[in-house]
């Protein structure tokens, strides 16, 4: 075990700001890449089903003129 | 064998199977299929690596423990330059082949190389302070790095101010082909010039100069970082799909038919 308690742990042997830091970003970036993906996947299909409901309208309307 | 045969028998128009899944529509289902496996994996592996980064990898005897933050550092460096290989093998496979799907996986893979670009930067900097006593150097290994995350920004920003997205991908063919060059030089610098950066302690040609466990730890940290990123290519090359191809019917059914899945 590298470690003798929790707080040895986060101290890192005094670099704990940088290795920190280093993680911390890391998995942050990773995090919002994610969000982003799935807000992407959404919108997509969102906006297909958009386009589905205005040509089902569009084609309704031209039925009773 | 078979496996071949019937997804041969199921493409309807196409002779040859290997061409099957080379068009969105056939590979939009595949994708989804292994999106899980990847996100698995990923989170797997992930937590293997940190285990052994953090309690199982010793004290370095001269870095102290800040070489830890080679365990994402290496990783998102490796990542860097294979993504925008993969990126650039895409390109060209579109420009020569003109086929739909090969551009829209450059362009999906795109962002993701960006990010471990930018992760290998952040985290070389912050490792360089302790280390080297500086945050930054314009030594040959950091400045081709830092090339490389603006060659992703460049073909993103290139890619996004061209409306027509034909146009659009054979404009960001061509920075992601003509940049490609800069990988071997990034691999290279720290034999070709004198660098601040340190050779590499793990090569194709020589046996690697670190501990077994450091080793391990971080090859379990290149995996997830694979699985991570065929993840996240995967997703966004789906995006892209119904973005790109939303007036056709199979995206229109294949959204009204509500696949939260496939």
Known sequence: MNWESASHFWAMGGYGFFVWTSYGVTAAVIAFELIALSRRMKRARAQVKRDVALDRIESEKRGRA | ?262
């Open chain 2, 1 to 262: 064998m078979s496996e071949t045969q019937s997804s041969a028998a199921r493409a309807p128009s196409s002779g040859f199977s290997l061409f099957y899944y080379a068009s969105p529509q056939t590979f939009f289902p595949l994708a989804g299929k292994l999106l899980w496996p990847c996100w698995i994996a990923a989170a797997l592996l992930t937590l293997a690596g940190l285990y052994i980064g953090f309690f199982v990898a010793p004290t370095d005897a001269t870095q102290g423990d800040s070489y830890r933050i080679i365990f994402i550092h290496v990783p998102a460096a490796w990542m860097s330059m294979v993504v925008y290989l993969a990126m650039a093998f895409w390109c060209a496979v579109g420009l020569v082949f003109n086929t739909r799907l090969s551009f829209m996986m450059a362009t999906a893979l795109a962002p993701t190389g960006a990010i471990w670009a930018f992760v290998a930067l952040w985290t070389g900097a912050l490792w360089g302070k302790p280390t080297w006593g500086t945050y930054w150097v314009w030594d040959a290994r950091l400045t081709s790095e830092l090339i490389l995350f603006f060659l992703y920004c460049g073909y993103m920003a290139l890619q996004a101010a061209i409306d027509d997205p034909r146009r659009a991908d054979r404009a960001g063919a061509l920075i992601a082909i003509v940049g490609a060059v800069n990988v071997p030089i990034i691999y290279f610098s720290v034999k070709w010039w004198n660098t601040l950066h340190q050779g590499a302690s793990v090569s194709l040609t020589a046996a690697p100069t670190m501990a077994t466990t450091m080793l391990t730890g971080m090859l379990v940290m290149a995996l997830a970082a694979w699985a991570y990123t065929i993840g996240a290519a995967l997703v966004r090359v789906r995006a892209i799909m119904i973005e790109r191809e939303r007036s056709t019917d199979w995206v229109r059914k294949l959204v009204s038919n509500g696949d939260s899945k496939a």
